[in-house]
């Protein structure tokens, strides 16, 4: 008699704890619906934040790398943005072409499409950013984006890319690249004011884009772009091998560890670290 | 003269464990499609190969998402793909095709081995347009990556259903002349699956040509058309053909795996010899997995940027 009440009572509670369970369930289903405006505030206006490079001033001098690797702490072999070195013709008629690369911010974004948890999020700003703490690491991301401009951050586990330096827009400042550049071969700012200096520059000049055909339309616009050279060795099998080779392994050479190490001296203090707040609020 | 001085590289992200997945997606779909063909289109002499095709597909399509979730960077967050939904990702489309679909697998079995005729019916024809969607949606998986011009065709879930059928009807063939020749005997296993006579094997082997055949010719204008396209895509079509892959496409992909099996199905003298049809049979899936690495990796190979 005794038993028998008191699995009644079990049976009750069990029920009770799963009717809770699955109010809760459906509770977290409706709330996690992204609300991507939580994360940077809606100013009014439609903003567009847009990067033109102009690649008649570019000297190849990669500060803008650097600055990219110091400011957002991106580990050993791993770029968040680079530049491209090209050449074209023969001696004595030759010249090197600089292609600087980095996440384009595309309008409509691919990546942003295909990111099954909804980590990867447009802020009104026109900004691609990755949510670290909904990202589980699926890298269809990384496949799908036609740049090739995502990694898989070796230490965090999740996929990384450039933010547009989010967290220095957030105070008004320019990306670090851009201030870094010592040739102004960039600049940065809002496409859809029409008073900004990028403005000027996009409407009074002929615009390029990477991979137009891909119809993304990319947010990083050059000015100068050699397409020729921008498809160059893409055909050939050594370049293949160049690309996907083991960075670690044959450039840099040293170990895992030894990376990780340099990692972990900028590891909360870097910049980007520091003022981290790409986290979706609705997620928190 | 235009070329590259200095790039980054980077690294090759879907690899080995994605290529299984895909593999043992396709082999549940093919069984339960094969199944079906005694439990819910009636054809009364597969129904011992039915049993069988049923509980390998609900077994295979219980390992495959292990692969999916220890491919992740955080594999403990894999949690977060069930209350996280973005409609418009493949990705979401098969974590919930990847829930119904054993469940489905699950009652349909429960179905066959308790004898309801109508419940059978019913589970078992819902589960064929599951079976196609969660092998299928591998394939638009690789075909809305657009970046990537090897995967970034229409015909990729085709590809991708039509060897799934190749390499399940291999791999029930396999498990049928293992379970007649060395486990006839064993008193559990008889009592589970009645036995499969040697008719039905040549009937699987007729049914195995002809998916290799179809295979054969996807796989044909797939490549061809990659000659005739953009550059990236003559591009791919070169590194299947002469480049690092074309060891692994041409050898092992379409002589190991489709000719010379389909070759030994169908000589007069070679064909009525179960060991060499169990032989050929384990070369097609050998030739199946090498189809899902060469399209998971080579795809990847070709430089973007």
Not at chain 1, 185 to 212: C, H, M, W, Y
Not at chain 2, 10 to 25: D, K, P, R, V, W
Not at chain 2, 87 to 101: A, D, E, H, N, R
Request: hydrophobic share 45%; charged share 20%; glycine share 6%.
């Amino acid at each position: 008699m005794d038993n028998l009440l008191k699995e009644k009572v079990d049976r009750k509670e069990f029920l009770k704890a799963a009717g809770t369970g699955l109010a809760l369930g459906v509770l977290g289903t409706l709330l996690t619906k992204v609300h991507a405006e939580d994360v940077l505030p809606k100013t009014g206006t439609k903003k567009r934040y847009a990067m033109v490079i102009d690649l008649r001033r570019c000297i190849g001098c990669g500060a803008c790398a650097v600055a990219c690797k110091q400011e957002n702490n991106v580990p050993l072999g791993y770029y968040r943005k680079w530049v491209k070195l090209g050449e074209k013709g023969r001696y004595s008629n030759t010249r090197n072409y600089y292609i600087p690369i980095l996440c384009n911010h595309c309008e409509d974004a691919i990546c942003n499409r295909n990111c099954p948890v909804h980590a990867t999020y447009k802020t009104p700003d026109g900004l691609t950013l990755i949510d670290y703490d909904r990202c589980v690491g699926c890298k269809y991301c990384m496949v799908s984006c036609p740049y090739n401009v995502r990694f898989a951050h070796p230490y965090r586990k999740t996929v990384d890319k450039c933010t547009f330096c989010a967290h220095r827009i957030k105070k008004g400042l320019e990306p670090a690249c851009v201030v870094t550049c010592m040739a102004k071969a960039r600049t940065f700012g809002d496409i859809s004011d029409k008073n900004t200096e990028i403005s000027k520059i996009f409407a009074t000049n002929s615009i390029q884009v990477l991979k137009p055909e891909q119809n993304t339309k990319p947010h990083v616009f050059y000015i100068g772009l050699d397409e020729i050279v921008a498809n160059a060795g893409k055909d050939d099998f050594r370049y293949m091998k160049y690309y996907r080779r083991d960075i670690l392994k044959e450039e840099i050479r040293i170990t895992k560890k030894e990376a990780e190490n340099h990692y972990n001296i900028l590891k909360g203090v870097s910049n980007a670290d520091i003022e981290y707040d790409y986290r979706l609020k609705s997620n928190t | 003269m235009e070329k590259i001085i200095y790039s980054v590289s980077h690294e090759i992200t879907l690899s080995t464990n994605i290529a299984t997945y895909f593999f043992l997606t396709g082999v549940s779909a093919a069984s339960f499609i094969i199944s079906s063909l005694a439990y819910v289109f009636g054809i009364e002499k597969y129904k011992p190969c039915g049993k069988l095709g049923a509980v390998v597909a609900f077994i295979v399509l219980t390992v495959a998402p292990l692969f999916l979730i220890i491919d992740l960077l955080q594999p403990m967050r894999f949690i977060h793909l069930f209350y996280m939904f973005n409609f418009k990702s493949p990705v979401t489309w098969g974590t919930i095709l990847l829930i119904l679909y054993p469940l489905n697998c699950l009652i349909y079995m429960y179905a066959i081995y308790t004898d309801k005729k109508p419940m059978t019916k019913f589970f078992g024809s819902l589960g064929i347009p599951l079976a196609v969607a969660v092998h299928g949606y591998t394939g638009f998986i690789l075909a809305l990556a657009k970046g990537i011009a090897l995967w970034n065709t229409p015909l990729m879930p085709i590809y991708f259903l039509i060897s799934a059928m190749v390499s399940g009807t291999a791999l029930l063939i396999i498990l049928a002349v293992l379970k007649e020749r060395y486990l006839g005997n064993v008193e559990i296993i008889n009592r589970y699956f009645p036995k499969i006579e040697d008719d039905i094997i040549h009937d699987l082997r007729k049914m195995l040509v002809i998916f290799i055949g179809v295979d054969l010719f996807v796989t044909f204008s797939d490549v061809l058309l990659l000659f005739y396209s953009t550059p990236e895509n003559y591009t791919a079509a070169r590194l299947l053909l002469k480049g690092p892959f074309s060891t692994m496409f041409l050898y092992g992909e379409v002589l190991l795996g489709m000719i010379i099996p389909s070759i030994i199905f169908v000589t007069p003298g070679l064909k009525k010899n179960i060991r060499l049809i169990t032989a050929s049979s384990i070369l097609v899936l050998i030739g199946i997995w090498f189809m899902r690495y060469v399209t998971v990796v080579a795809g990847q190979y070709v430089p973007l940027m």
